[in-house]
Each structure stands twice: as structure tokens, then as C-alpha cells.
Nanobody, 125 residues
């Protein structure tokens, strides 16, 4: 059982930067993966990035390649999503999630069963 809380969302101009945080409580493990998803109005939720809890493996969607980075601070039990060169199309509610099975780090929504409440990111042009 894992509880997740996202924070750091807000309004930023195109080209700007924002850092999101995902604080986890409950289960912790070196096999513990946290992923970021986002959902824009009227669209399906989509995978953004993921990271194993020890930081040894990271994955990302093509849409954020070269602009977003993911990292973790295990002392704080927190995962960060650093977003640079933001575009209006990045506007969405951003969620963090934990997989059903230890070790899973893929992009499928069905692979995750614990979700945070989300944080709104709005990028103005």
C-alpha cells in the first residue's frame, strides 16, 4: 500500500521551467518504481517518464525527450520531474503512479494501481 502526493504544478510561460514532486509514503523498496503520467482536457492519460526507486533505470516518452528529466531523493522518499523548455501542449494534470508489480517500469496505464491526486501544469503561449 503506497500513498502518493504530487506538488509543484502551476502556471508558466512557454519556454519556462517547472519542477514537480511526488512524495511517497508506505512501502519503500529498491525495486520500487514511480512513473509520471499526464492527462490533458478531453484526452487520454499518457505516459511521461518513470524511474526505479534506486534510480538505476529511467524511461521517457518521445514527446518529452531532451526537455524533461526524472530523479529521486530516497532520503525524502520523493521523485522529481524537472520540466524545461515547456510548450503549451505540455498543459495537463500530472500524476505519479506506482506499479502493481515490483520491477515494472513500463508505459502502460494498466501496469499501475496506485495514483496520486494530480497537480495542474498550465503553459501559456
Amino acid at each position: 500500500q503506497v500513498q502518493l502526493v504530487e506538488s509543484g504544478g502551476g502556471l508558466v510561460q512557454a519556454g519556462g521551467s517547472l519542477r514537480l514532486s511526488c512524495a511517497a509514503s508506505g512501502r519503500t523498496s529498491s525495486l520500487f518504481t514511480i512513473a509520471w503520467f499526464r492527462q490533458a482536457p478531453g484526452k487520454e492519460r499518457e505516459f511521461v517518464m518513470s524511474i526505479t526507486w534506486d534510480g538505476s533505470r529511467k524511461y521517457y516518452a518521445d514527446s518529452v525527450k531532451g526537455r524533461f528529466t526524472i530523479s529521486r531523493d530516497n532520503a525524502k522518499n520523493t521523485v522529481y520531474l524537472q520540466m524545461n523548455s515547456l510548450k503549451p501542449e505540455d498543459t495537463a494534470v500530472y500524476y505519479c503512479a506506482v506499479p502493481k508489480l515490483d520491477g515494472y517500469s513500463g508505459s502502460s496505464i494498466t501496469g499501475y494501481d496506485s495514483w496520486g491526486q494530480g497537480t495542474q501544469v498550465t503553459v501559456s503561449s
